[in-house]
Each structure stands twice: as structure tokens, then as C-alpha cells.
T-cell receptor, first 114, second 118 residues
Framework: DAGVIQSPRHEVTEMGQEVTLRCKPI?????LFWYRQTMMRGLELLIY????????DSGMPEDRFSAKMPNASFSTLKIQPSEPRDSAVYFC????????????FGQGTRLTVV | AQSVSQHNHHVILSEAASLELGCNYS??????LFWYVQYPGQHLQLLLK??????LVKGIKGFEAEFIKSKFSFNLRKPSVQWSDTAEYFC????????????????FGQGTILTVHP
């Protein structure tokens, strides 16, 4: 398996634009997590899914953020409209539920909003 | 809700020095515990994990960690660090339900930046 795949690796956008980040989890993993990493706040859990269903979105900062998982092999994190304070590295991770519960991380998307 | 506390934000050592990074968690039940490492510009990678059994676990690159249940701690150690160990280290907790399966939510500490001088 190629691991967790995120795209794009880098994204630079202007304030007010819509940004969509994409993630392909490891095949067979039924949990998917979106994290945001900044110098100020460290690694924050934004939302996670189990079997494509959002379980906990309490970490989503505000209504400008939304996440979907239409099927087991794809998830998106959308920011609309984007703001400079959204600049961060966004990581996607996936894991199995029972037994083996270590999370495997993607390479991350470095988002810069100017 | 569970939380994870890493006591040191930034640790600076010289090569060959010994390392211990503290990690404490707050959760009364059974947990799976992890240490992840993030090298500069890279994603998080698993360093070691504890699920059950021997509380002293060994990971990659000479790292080990000891789970002390009574102290809710899972400290990371390495006898002799190298310049290549310069990275950020994250402790993480995954609580289990009464049936022994995961709730799924992995909570990370704030991270400890380790800088090793040659």
C-alpha cells in the first residue's frame, strides 16, 4: 500500500478563496482523521470519521471549515472562505479500529493564505 | 475528555547525552500509548507503541518508553542521542472501552522539540 496520500502538498491561495484539501486513506482502514499543525497551537484534531461517518467535529474551528467522506477511499477538507490565520500544515491520518490502532499519517498539505 | 501533557516544549542536548521526555495523560481506563516523531519538514512517523504486556517497550532507532500506570505516564528515553534525532516528538493516547476496543480518537500532546548539537 502506498500509505495515506494527500493532495496537494502545497497550496497558496488568496484570502477569501475556497480551498479543498484531499486525502486517500490506507485501504481497509475505517478511521480517518484530519489534523492541523501550527507553531502556536501544535497538532490539533479537527474532525474524524468512522466508516465514512463523521464522529467528532468539535475541533473544527468555525463554519468556514467543512469535511466530507463520500466513500471509504476519499475525504476532503474544505475552507470557504479562507483567511490568513488558516495558514498551517494539514495532516490526514487513518487507522484500523480493533487491535492495531496506530495511526498512519500522510505527508501533509502546507496551506498558505495570503 | 482525555488529555495528554508533555512537560518540555524544547530540549537541547549534545550528542551522546541521555534523553528522557515526559508524557502524562488523564484517562482513568485502559489506553494504548504511542510516541510519534516528526523530522523537519516531514510527516509524523510511529516511533513506538504500547498496547499491553511488558511496560517497557522498545522502538526504532534505540528509543524506548516505560508505561507506569500508577503515574499515568509514558516517558520516552534514549541512552545516547545523535544529531539525526533532532525532531519534534509527540506522545499520543488512544483510550479503550470496556470491551477493549478503541473509541478511535487519538489525542496528541503538544509536542517536544529536540535539538541535538553535534
Amino acid at each position: 500500500d502506498a500509505g495515506v496520500i494527500q493532495s496537494p502538498r502545497h497550496e497558496v491561495t488568496e484570502m477569501g478563496q475556497e480551498v479543498t484539501l484531499r486525502c486517500k486513506p490506507i485501504s481497509g482502514h475505517d478511521y480517518l482523521f484530519w489534523y492541523r499543525q501550527t507553531m502556536m497551537r501544535g497538532l490539533e484534531l479537527l474532525i474524524y470519521f468512522n466508516n465514512n461517518v463523521p464522529i467528532d467535529d468539535s475541533g473544527m474551528p468555525e463554519d468556514r471549515f467543512s469535511a466530507k467522506m463520500p466513500n471509504a477511499s476519499f475525504s476532503t477538507l474544505k475552507i470557504q472562505p479562507s483567511e490568513p490565520r488558516d495558514s498551517a500544515v494539514y495532516f490526514c491520518a487513518s487507522t484500523l479500529r480493533t487491535g492495531v490502532t496506530e495511526a498512519f499519517f500522510g505527508q501533509g498539505t502546507r496551506l498558505t493564505v495570503v | 475528555a482525555q488529555s495528554v501533557s508533555q512537560h518540555n516544549h524544547h530540549v537541547i542536548l549534545s550528542e551522546a547525552a541521555s534523553l528522557e521526555l515526559g508524557c502524562n495523560y488523564s484517562y482513568g481506563g485502559t489506553v494504548n500509548l504511542f510516541w510519534y516523531v516528526q523530522y523537519p519538514g516531514q510527516h509524523l512517523q510511529l516511533l513506538l507503541k504500547y498496547f499491553s504486556g511488558d511496560p517497557l517497550v522498545k522502538g526504532i532507532k534505540g528509543f524506548e518508553a516505560e508505561f507506569i500506570k500508577s503515574k499515568f505516564s509514558f516517558n520516552l528515553r534514549k541512552p545516547s542521542v545523535q544529531w539525526s534525532d533532532t525532531a519534534e516528538y509527540f506522545c499520543a493516547v488512544n483510550p479503550l472501552n470496556a470491551g477493549g476496543t478503541s473509541y478511535g480518537k487519538l489525542t496528541f500532546g503538544q509536542g517536544t522539540i529536540l535539538t541535538v548539537h553535534p
